[in-house]
């Protein structure tokens, strides 16, 4: 069964085989092995640092383990073992129709690869998506909920599969304020959103250095913004690669509940942090969402946010 044809599946997926790459971690610049392997229904993804001891590796990805959204998304297990980077492949999953998956690496970060999901998809699309027994829940919200933070605001309203509205602006005249909006009922993760790049600019690369950040960072995996516009030879991959990008990213954290989200998120300026602040908030607030398992309405998230036991997977 094809990848496609599971995106709106009502069972839950996991994929086919184990499959490999490697590449550098843009924060320390040095190469990581990761390798997606199936998992059983109600793992859902979990990672596993190959380099910690192994009674302390397993790091799920979970909305309320995330503890550092500065420059990307990273989440800490209990041990304080953290993975960073994990928004890329996260959106992949989600947009390959992955729930479940165990993702081990060599290092704390997952590979930057090319800036953008496209080579993560392409990993999941050889190792093919499978048809669990399981039911696949879904994350239904009920009414609106809002956060805000400085001049960035984001909100989530009840909607009929999952969209999102998105406003970018930024103080540089190579990035124009744009809004768009991807409704996944019509477009696909893949062709709307999985190529768009990581952006930043030529002057903040020195200061992300001077903190030892983004050492592995180059026009090889990030487009580049100078002064008199876009560094990269070969330009743009989509006019508008900056708002898809940013899209891209809120895929990937909108998936940290594990589940599929049934909702509209408008978002003015989004950000990692943002993303989570508005997680929180909606599942702090028990009226304003439930899970749905096909027909049947679960009581509680309550086993959801029980950490996933490490035995509850093979390696
Ligand atoms: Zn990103």
Redesign the pocket.
């Known amino acids: 069964m094809t990848s496609g044809s599971l995106f709106h599946s009502t069972y839950q997926t996991t994929i086919a085989g184990s499959v490999t790459c490697s590449g550098i971690g843009v924060h320390t610049g040095q190469t990581v092995n990761l390798t997606l392997h199936p998992a059983e229904a109600d793992t859902g993804i979990q990672f596993v640092r190959l380099d910690v001891p192994e009674d302390k590796s397993v790091v799920r990805a979970f909305y309320l383990d995330v503890t550092d959204t500065m420059l990307?998304t990273t989440i800490t297990n209990e041990y304080g073992v953290s993975v960073s980077t994990i928004?890329?492949l996260m959106a992949a999953l989600w947009g390959m129709g992955v729930d479940n998956a165990v993702v081990t690496l060599s290092g704390p970060e997952v590979p930057i690869m090319d800036g953008s999901s496209e080579p993560f998809v392409f990993l999941i699309e050889c190792a093919g998506v499978r048809q669990l027994s399981a039911h696949r829940d879904t994350l239904e919200v009920l009414k609106k909920v809002s956060v805000q933070d400085g001049s960035s605001t984001a909100s989530i309203r009840p909607f009929d599969g999952f969209a999102l509205d998105i406003t970018i602006e930024f103080p540089h005249a190579a990035i124009p304020r744009q809004r768009a909006v991807y409704d996944f009922s019509r477009h696909t993760f893949r062709h709307a959103l999985s190529r768009a790049r990581?952006f930043g600019f030529a002057k903040d690369v020195e200061m992300l250095r001077s903190r030892g950040l983004a050492r592995g960072g180059s026009l090889d995996n990030a487009v580049v913004i100078g002064d008199d516009g876009i560094l990269n030879e070969g330009g743009l991959r989509y006019n508008d690669e900056f708002i898809r990008?940013k899209a891209?990213?809120c895929v990937g954290d909108y998936f940290l509940t594990g589940m599929r989200l049934r909702g509209m998120v408008t978002a003015n300026r989004p950000g990692h942090g943002m993303n989570n602040k508005l997680l929180r908030a909606l599942l702090a607030d028990r009226s304003a969402w439930r899970l749905v398992t096909r027909a049947f309405v679960q009581p509680a998230l309550a086993a959801q946010h029980a950490p996933v036991p490490a035995a509850n997977f093979s390696l």
């Open positions: 990307g928004e890329h990581t990008h891209l990213d």
